[in-house]
T-cell receptor, first 115, second 113 residues
Framework: QKEVEQDPGPLSVPEGAIVSLNCTYS??????FMWYRQYSRKGPELLMY????GNKEDGRFTAQVDKSSKYISLFIRDSQPSDSATYLC???????????????FGKGTLLTVNP | DSGVTQTPKHLITATGQRVTLRCSPR?????VYWYQQSLDQGLQFLIQ???????AKGNILERFSAQQFPDLHSELNLSSLELGDSALYFC????????????FGPGTRLTVL
């Protein structure tokens, strides 16, 4: 089993829809969770990050972490065509007192928002 | 534009060869990270340098090496290239460590024939 699993999609939704993107993980030592957005032929850009279980909201985006179920989600409300991109989850395990870490990405979900 | 620059944009080479990819971080950032992105493996963290010193290592092959110079630019050296090394190679930079937001460059597309 891979440490981080993410459904590659593709996911196609109409403009204005609520989008739910998900990742599951097997490593209970992951402490830091991130979502990146990657437009075609561009580098990834950080959307949201969180350390704790629960919800974190930023505009139309909500990141949710459930450490007990080892499951993280990104919700996009009122989706726009400009949200069309690949969304990658990423997780960090810190060790050696925080001086070292392991960073693992999901494979990404391709989202298309149709006008 | 993230402020991170990478050269070259594209590189085509043959198996067995050696190439060097270059990255200039954002002004003020001390950390540089290297990633490999391929269709089958996704985005994989290779290595991080902080102010000239190796800080963290990911899935970097022994055939690959990196360094960060006193002016903070970084180079990723790939040797004895194989077909499977064909991928997008991204560099990212951050102020300090893994807790900080990373800003990605536009990537170098490597094709090994």
């Amino acid at each position: 089993q891979k440490e981080v699993e993410q459904d590659p999609g593709p996911l196609s939704v109409p403009e204005g829809a609520i989008v739910s993107l998900n990742c599951t993980y097997s490593n209970s030592a992951f402490q830091y969770f991130m979502w990146y957005r990657q437009y075609s032929r561009k580098g990834p850009e950080l959307l949201m990050y969180t350390y704790s279980s629960g919800n974190k909201e930023d505009g139309r985006f909500t990141a949710q972490v459930d450490k007990s179920s080892k499951y993280i989600s990104l919700f996009i409300r009122d989706s726009q065509p400009s949200d069309s991109a690949t969304y990658l989850c990423a997780m960090v395990e810190f060790y050696s007192g925080g001086s070292n870490y392991k960073l693992t990405f999901g494979k990404g979900t391709l989202l298309t928002v149709n006008p | 534009d993230s402020g991170v620059t990478q050269t070259p944009k594209h590189l085509i080479t043959a198996t067995g060869q050696r190439v060097t990819l270059r990255c200039s971080p954002r002004s003020g950032d001390l950390s540089v990270y290297w990633y490999q992105q391929s269709l089958d493996q996704g985005l994989q963290f290779l290595i991080q340098y902080y102010n000239g010193e190796e800080r963290a290592k990911g899935n970097i092959l022994e055939r690959f090496s990196a360094q960060q110079f006193p002016d903070l630019h970084s180079e990723l050296n790939l040797s004895s290239l194989e077909l499977g090394d064909s991928a997008l190679y991204f560099c990212a930079s951050s102020v300090a460590g893994a807790h900080d937001e990373q800003f990605f460059g536009p990537g170098t597309r490597l094709t090994v024939l």
